[in-house]
T-cell receptor, first 113, second 113 residues
Framework: DTAVSQTPKYLVTQMGNDKSIKCEQN?????MYWYKQDSKKFLKIMFS???????INETVPNRFSPKSPDKAHLNLHINSLELGDSAVYFC????????????FGSGTRLTVV | AQSVSQHNHHVILSEAASLELGCNYS??????LFWYVQYPGQHLQLLLK??????LVKGIKGFEAEFIKSKFSFNLRKPSVQWSDTAEYFC???????????FGSGTRLSIRP
C-alpha cells in the first residue's frame, strides 16, 4: 500500500489555467505538508495542516490555496498558473511530536507552458 | 534564523571511494537531524535520523552520520560508494520550537563507474 499518494504524477497545462493536485496518506499521521522543489532541487515549504487546521503558511502567492477536508487529505489548488509555477510539488506527512521525520509522496511534476 | 547549510553542491567520486557530505545547522535549541536521499526522478526517502543518544547514527544502505554538537554538524559518510548511490542528498533539521522540517540546499552526488 502506498503510504503517501499524490495525483497526478505529471501535469502539463497552459498559463492562466486553474489546476489541483491531490494528496492522501494512510499512515494515520496528523500533519501534512506541501513542498515545492524548483529546478535547482531546492525544497521550500509552502503549507502545513495539522488535523485539518492550517499551521504553516509561508510566503506563497495567494493563487495557491490548500484544502484539507480531513486529516488524511491535503489538496493544493492553483489559480491563474504562471510559467514560474513549473516545479515538482511534494506532499509529506508526519506523526505527532518532534521525533518523526517526514514520509514523502512521489511528487507531481507541474509544467506550465 | 533557523537554517541548514550544505556547502558541497556537487560531489563527483569514483566507485569504491569514501564519501563525506557536510551539513551544518544553526543554533536554535533542541534539534532533530535527518538525511534524505532523492534518486533521479524519485521522491525523498529517509536515510537516517538523529534524535538523542549515540551521536553516531547508522542508516540504510551502509550510510552513517555523526552528530557533533560543538560544531553544529551532522556529516554523512559512507566508506565505499557504489554507482547506485548517484542521487541528491538533503540534510534536514526539525527544531523543537517549530512544526516544520528545514532542508539544506542539497548535494548532488555523481559516481563514476
Amino acid at each position: 500500500d502506498t503510504a503517501v499518494s499524490q495525483t497526478p504524477k505529471y501535469l502539463v497545462t497552459q498559463m492562466g489555467n486553474d489546476k489541483s493536485i491531490k494528496c492522501e496518506q494512510n499512515l494515520g499521521h496528523d500533519t501534512m505538508y506541501w513542498y515545492k522543489q524548483d529546478s535547482k532541487k531546492f525544497l521550500k515549504i509552502m503549507f502545513s495542516y495539522n488535523n485539518k487546521e492550517l499551521i504553516i503558511n509561508e510566503t506563497v502567492p495567494n493563487r495557491f490555496s490548500p484544502k484539507s477536508p480531513d486529516k488524511a487529505h491535503l489538496n493544493l489548488h492553483i489559480n491563474s498558473l504562471e510559467l514560474g509555477d513549473s516545479a515538482v510539488y511534494f506532499c509529506a506527512s508526519t506523526g505527532t511530536g518532534t521525533t518523526y521525520g517526514y514520509t514523502f509522496g512521489s511528487g507531481t511534476r507541474l509544467t506550465v507552458v | 534564523a533557523q537554517s541548514v547549510s550544505q556547502h558541497n553542491h556537487h560531489v563527483i567520486l569514483s566507485e569504491a571511494a569514501s564519501l563525506e557530505l557536510g551539513c551544518n545547522y544553526s543554533y536554535g535549541g533542541t534539534v532533530n537531524l535527518f538525511w534524505y536521499v532523492q534518486y533521479p526522478g524519485q521522491h525523498l526517502q529517509l536515510l537516517l535520523k538523529y534524535f538523542s543518544g549515540d551521536p553516531l547514527v547508522k542508516g540504510i544502505k551502509g550510510f552513517e552520520a555523526e552528530f557533533i554538537k560543538s560544531k553544529f554538524s551532522f556529516n554523512l559518510r559512507k566508506p565505499s560508494v557504489q554507482w547506485s548511490d548517484t542521487a541528491e542528498y538533503f540534510c534536514a533539521a526539525r527544531y523543537s520550537s517549530a512544526s516544520k522540517i528545514i532542508f539544506g540546499s542539497g548535494t548532488r552526488l555523481s559516481i563514476r563507474p
